[in-house]
């Protein structure tokens, strides 16, 4: 079945940038999304790319997508404290529109 | 009240008790979800509502029990639960299946 994959962990220093990678296996996919949940809260999403663009900026945030390879990757410009959280990919194939597939989540964790 | 609300955040509830958990969502959404989140697995769908009929039960055990009484709420009434359905339970919602705007949770404790 479809399947998402990101790394469980991240460290990265205050500052620096963070780039947080995923893979997924559905072809069909149609959009890709980027979630954000910090402690004892629920999902934020914070951006989307539609399948049939490269790459994304919102402010700090590039999304880029190689569909080729199936691989989705969230790049933060300097990065914060306030950055610190648990990243999910997550997609939505063209043949299960009700059903978005989630990775496990990274975790990123901000060195002083 | 904007966005997804869920009441309550926290229940601590016996094996022996019914409850339920309550969304309500503000954005005009056609579309409502539950989902199950519990330490080191990942997010698991459980239901799936568009205009009010349920479109995905993902094998959720009967002692799980939906309710979509229209576009705006939802449901999740629990009854004879196990200590392995601890776990935080995430309510959304999207137009049209897209872009899913999250809930901040009911941690669920049963005891």
């Known amino acids: 079945g479809e399947d998402v994959e990101q790394s469980l962990f991240l460290s990265v220093r205050e500052g620096d940038s963070s780039v947080i990678n995923c893979t997924y296996t559905d072809s069909s996919s149609t959009y890709l999304y980027w979630y954000k949940q910090e402690p004892g809260a629920g999902l934020q999403l914070l951006t989307y790319i539609f399948s049939n663009m490269d790459m994304k900026q919102d402010q700090r945030l590039t999304v880029l997508l190689n569909k080729k390879d199936k691989h989705l990757s969230l790049r933060i410009a300097d990065t914060q404290t306030g950055d610190s959280a648990i990243y999910f990919c997550a997609e939505n194939g063209v043949n299960r529109d009700d059903k978005i597939i989630f990775g496990k989540g990274t975790r990123l964790h901000i060195l002083p | 009240e904007t966005g997804v609300t869920q009441t309550p955040r926290h229940l601590v509830m016996g094996m022996t008790n019914k409850k339920s958990l309550k969304c309500e969502q503000h954005l005009g959404h056609n579309a409502m979800y539950w989902y199950k989140q519990s330490a080191k697995k990942p997010l698991e769908l459980m239901f799936v509502y568009n205009f009010k009929e349920q479109t995905e039960n993902n094998s959720v055990p009967s002692r799980f029990s939906p309710e979509c009484p229209n576009s705006s709420h939802l449901f999740l009434h629990l009854h004879t639960l196990q200590p392995e359905d601890s776990a935080l339970y995430l309510c959304?919602?999207?137009?049209?299946?897209?872009?899913?705007?999250f809930g901040p949770g009911t941690r669920l404790t049963v005891t």
């Open positions: 959304a919602s999207s137009q049209d299946y897209y872009e899913q705007y």
